[in-house]
Each structure stands twice: as C-alpha cells, then as structure tokens.
C-alpha cells in the first residue's frame, strides 16, 4: 500500500529556532493535513492544503507556522521561532478526496528545549 | 465543531477476551473512521463507515455505526497483545466544497491486553 512519508522521526531544538517538518505525501492525493499531537493529549488539525493553498486552519495554527508544496511533491511544515509548547508529534496525512480514507505518515516527534 | 467522546478512556483485557470501545458525536456523523495508534506511532487506518446501520470487519475487529449516524462502536473479538494501543475514532464533517474537509479526532481507548 501506498505510503504517507515524513522526515526527520525526531526533531530536537532550541527555543526560538526555526524548524521545517517535511512529508512526502501520496502521489494521486488532492488534499494534505497536518495534525499535531501533544503526549498524552488528541491528534488536534492544524491545517489543510489544497489547490496550492491552504484551505482551512485551525487557531493553533498562527503566524508562527507556515506550510508549502513548492515542487508538487515535498509538503513542509515550518515554525518560525519554537516555543517550549510546540513539542509535540506532528503528523502529515493526506486523501484523495472528502469522504476517502486519510492517510497519515508515522509523524515527527519534534522537542524544544 | 464536532465533539467526539470515546469511552472508556483505557481498558485493560485479558487476552481473550472480547472488547467493546464506543465513540459518540454531538453531530450526525458524515463518515466515522476508526484508526489504531502504537504509542509514539503513527495512525494506522482500520474501517471507515458512512452509512446508518453499517457495519464492517476485519480480521477480529467490527465496526458498527447506529441508524442515526451519531455513535459508532468497535468490537474486539478474542483480543490478542497485538490488539493493544491505542484506537481513535475520527469524524468528517459535512462535505465544504474544498474548504479543508479535514477529521476531527475524539480523545482515544487506550487498549492493554494481558497474557
């Protein structure tokens, strides 16, 4: 079966760093997500992608965060300055259309120290 | 938004036994899709249902979705220690056009099955 693929598996920084999560989503899909899970906490939606933009976004996801597709193929997810808050598992995932399955990568387990 | 309540929070099974995980909406659920998780793991997809009174299984595993699209339960059969983790449902809302279209997760059913 097709798979959702994400690098790093484990991200450390420091506060204040930049990061960039990156997924290589499933060829024929339409629409990219990415999730974030907090340990012990819900898989939270942090925003959709679709068309070459996003398409929705949660309230998590503010200034501090950004994602692209710029060769139609990687999919990133950036945070500008990482706060302590930020740690957290953060999962691409990505279907063909509404009402499909959804796919999701085994997820970046990301730390700010 | 969409709530989704899972019960119980975490079950503890000996190993044959069978289970039963509930997943209830405050919404009429559009599509009810039930993932499995392994701790730090990613989600792995196990049955989707979109119809009232659906049910569908795999392996040991049924899901099933009530007539009214608002609870949907999950039945272990003879559980396994390959049952255990942990086991989201998910909810797509009605279809937005290609406004995001994305699933909203209820809580989790933190699974352990002894020997």
């Known amino acids: 079966e097709p798979e959702v693929t994400q690098t790093p598996s484990h991200q450390v920084t420091q506060m204040g760093q930049e990061v960039i999560l990156r997924c290589v989503p499933i060829?024929?899909?339409?629409?990219f997500y990415w999730y974030r899970q907090i340990l012990g906490q819900k898989v939270e939606f942090l925003v959709s992608?679709?068309?070459?933009?996003?398409?929705?976004k949660s309230e998590i996801f503010d200034d501090q965060f950004s994602v692209e597709r710029p060769d139609g193929s990687n999919f990133t997810l950036k945070i500008r300055s990482t706060k302590l808050e930020d740690s957290a598992m953060y999962f691409c995932?990505?279907?063909?259309?509404?009402?499909?399955?959804?796919?999701f990568g085994s997820g970046t387990q990301l730390s700010v120290l | 938004s969409q709530e989704l309540e899972q019960s119980p929070q975490s079950l503890i099974v000996q190993e044959g036994k069978n289970l039963t995980i509930n997943c209830t909406s405050s919404?009429?659920?559009?599509?009810l899709y039930w993932y499995k998780q392994k701790y730090g793991e990613g989600l792995i997809f196990l049955m989707m249902?979109?119809?009232?009174?659906e049910e569908k299984s795999h392996e040991k595993i049924t899901a099933k979705l009530d007539e009214k699209k608002q609870q949907s339960s999950l039945h272990i059969t003879a559980s396994q220690p390959s049952h255990a983790g942990i086991y989201l449902c998910?909810?797509?809302?009605?279809?937005?056009?290609?406004?995001?279209?994305?699933?909203?997760f209820g809580g989790g059913t933190r699974l352990m099955v002894k020997p």
């Open positions: 995932a990505g279907r063909q259309w509404w009402g499909e399955k959804l796919f």
């Open positions: 060829s024929n899909h339409l629409y």
């Open positions: 992608f679709y068309n070459n933009e996003i398409s929705e």
């Open positions: 919404k009429t659920l559009y599509g």
């Open positions: 249902l979109q119809k009232g009174g």
């Open positions: 998910g909810a797509d809302r009605g279809y937005k056009g290609n406004a995001g279209n994305m699933l909203t």
